[in-house]
Structure formats: structure tokens, C-alpha cells
């Protein structure tokens, strides 16, 4: 009988779970076979997933695997790499997610083949100069939860191949300017509560396809339209008041979400994104905002399935939401509507969700609206303010 060889070796709790399988496994080939079976199977594994079980250190033995290209150790108490990591000469991904990691482990600088790191919610604070050896790598994610990296090496700046980066970073007040070279990346992520300018430079990014950016920026550069590949866009700033002009150039934008900005009015450029899908600006109730309508040029928005526009205080839904006629949720909660125009739900046919929660509208529109809405229709609202 012949030998079953696994490309994984997973680890993952409960490890008894593990040990019943290799055991039911191991009893179904031939006695000559046994003996050798966990050798062999354990010397063609590729992928190494340790995930919760919680281990406070990694298994040195496990260094032997030199065929393994993934390893997964996300969710346990590791602190810190050992050097024999380095004998896995064939290593491409290591990711650490929700570890005890306080400093970036260096030990994974020494392999040159790594092409992909994930340290999210650590408690990093430095990456150090060596990261300048990871000349291959293509995607780092340290959103580190527990505060913010606070220093980066200039060597960061020779990871020009990086494709995919996430940083969470404390007491920037600008992006570090080296990252707007890096003309590969397609998805970026950058947080910092002291980000209060985004360069110029970022037109640069133009195989992006994927944004969120975090901080206190009050305003875009006009670059900003050069972003044409991207599909995806998150912008969440308490100071963000305007959009560029340039923004109704992102024609292939999909989905975009604008948290905790102060837009004093519906965000006109918007109206000429034909392709968006789904669209959710939820304000800040600090900000005290009064939106007496939306565009009637809304209705261009003619590919949206989801439209969210909450706590901006509004006050009237314009009859053109009805030419939306793919939406399937519309959530218009916490604001100042007294009104609703009932007539548009005929219309909205596709529609799976209405929120209209902590408005201000009268107890027989609301009936109506139950009356009209499509059926199966899901409807979220009763009033806390009347």
C-alpha cells in the first residue's frame, strides 16, 4: 500500500484531534510501512500551521521541515523566532497574528526568500534597519492593534517590491515619503491619529486597487484622481471636510466608505462614480451636521446595491433615490428626517434592508413605508426622537 504524503502539517487545537487522525491513518497501511510513515509525511509538509494552541515559543524541532514554505502561527503567546528558523531555506510566508511580539523578529531577515510577513496585533514598536534584506518581499502587514509603530528604518525604503502593506504607525503626521515610490503596491493600509497630510506623491500609487487610510487629514490632493485602479476606498478623518475635483476620475471605484468626516454637505463629485456599488457615509455626531438633502444627481449613482448615509442630519430623501433601482439596502439611520418619500419603494424592488432608525418620522409614514416596502423587505426603525 502506498504511502499518503501531506503537503500541510496542521497543528491546529485540539491537537488531540490531530493525534486520533495520524493514529486511524497510520493503522491503514501496511505494517512494513509504519515505521516510517510520520518521517515521511512530515518531510514533505510545506505548510506549518500552529494556530491557537497556545504555545509560548516555537518548536525548534520543527526547524528541520526544510520544505516548508508557509507557516502559520497566528493566535498563541510566541514572543520571539529562533535563529534555527533560518535552516528552512525554502520559507515564503510566516504570519503571526495576536502573538506577544514587542520587537520585529529579525531572524526572518536572514532568509531571502520570504516574500510575505504578517504581524498584525503585536506590540511592535520599531522596524528595525535589517528589514532592508527582505529585498523579495511583497507583503507586510503589521496593523499592530496595541498602539502604533513608532520608529522605521530609512532601509524600509528598498522593499520596492512590496505589493500589499499594512502599518499602523504613532506620532506620524505624514505617510514616510519613500512609500509613495513603491509603484507595486496594490493594496495599502495606513493608520495613524496624528495623519494629518497625505502628499501629492500618492498620485504616484497608480496600480493601487485597494485604499484605507486612517488619521486627522483635512483634505486630499488633486493627485488623488490619478488613483484609477481602485476598486476599493476607505477614508475615515475628523478633520476631512471637501473632496478633491479630481476624485470623479476613480471611475472603477466599487465600494466607498467616508467615516467620521465633517463634508458640510452631500459630496457632489460622487454623483459621476458609475460603477459604485456600494457607498456609506456615516458622520460624526460631534460635527453636528446638517444636510437638508441629497442630490437629485444621485440617481447617476446608477450601480449602487448599498447606500448608506447616517448621523450627517439629514433631512429629506429626494424622490431620484428611486431610479436606484439595484439597491437592496438603504440605511438612512440617525438623522433628521420628518418626511419620507414612500412612492420610491414601488420603485426599489430589489430591496433587502431599510434602516430608518433615530429619526424624526411620524408614526403613519412609518406605516406606509411597511405598507409599500418590497416584499421581504427587512425594516429596521422605530424612532427615539419624535
Known sequence: MKVIKFKSLYLTYPFRTFLVLLFCLVTTIGNSQKKNFSKKVIANTTQLILEMNDLTAFPENYCNLINVEKIYISYNDISSLPDCLIQMTKLKQVMMTDNDFTVFPEILCSIPTITGIGLHGNNIKEIPPSIGKLVNLEALEMDVYRGGIEIISDEFSKLTKLKILNLRTKG?????????????????????????????????????????????????????????????????????????????????????????????????????????????IIGNSDHNLNWKNLPPAIESIFSLKKLVIRNVGLEKIPKQVGSLSKLEELDVSSNNLTSFPVSILSYLTRLEKLIIADNKLPDEIITQIHETAPEGCWIVGTNSQR
Do not use: A, V
Not at 485604499?211 to 488623488?224: A, C
Not at 484609477?228 to 466607498?256: A, C, G, I, V, W
Not at 458640510?264 to 463629485?269: A, G, V
Open 172 to 280: 506620524f503626521d505624514s505617510i514616510p515619503e519613500y512609500i509613495y515610490s513603491f509603484s507595486l503596491l496594490e493594496e495599502f493600509f495606513y493608520c495613524d491619529d496624528s495623519l494629518i497630510k497625505i502628499s501629492p506623491n500618492i498620485g504616484n500609487l497608480g496600480k493601487l486597487h485597494r485604499l484605507i487610510l486612517r488619521g486627522r487629514f483635512d483634505s486630499l490632493p488633486e493627485s488623488f484622481g490619478n488613483l484609477q485602479s481602485l476598486t476599493y476606498l476607505e477614508l475615515t478623518s475628523d478633520s476631512l471636510s471637501y473632496l478633491p475635483e479630481s476624485f470623479n476620475r476613480l471611475k472603477y471605484l466599487q465600494k466607498l466608505k467616508l467615516y467620521n468626516c465633517r463634508f458640510p454637505t452631500f459630496p457632489i463629485q460622487l454623483c459621476q462614480l458609475n460603477f459604485l456599488e456600494e457607498l456609506e
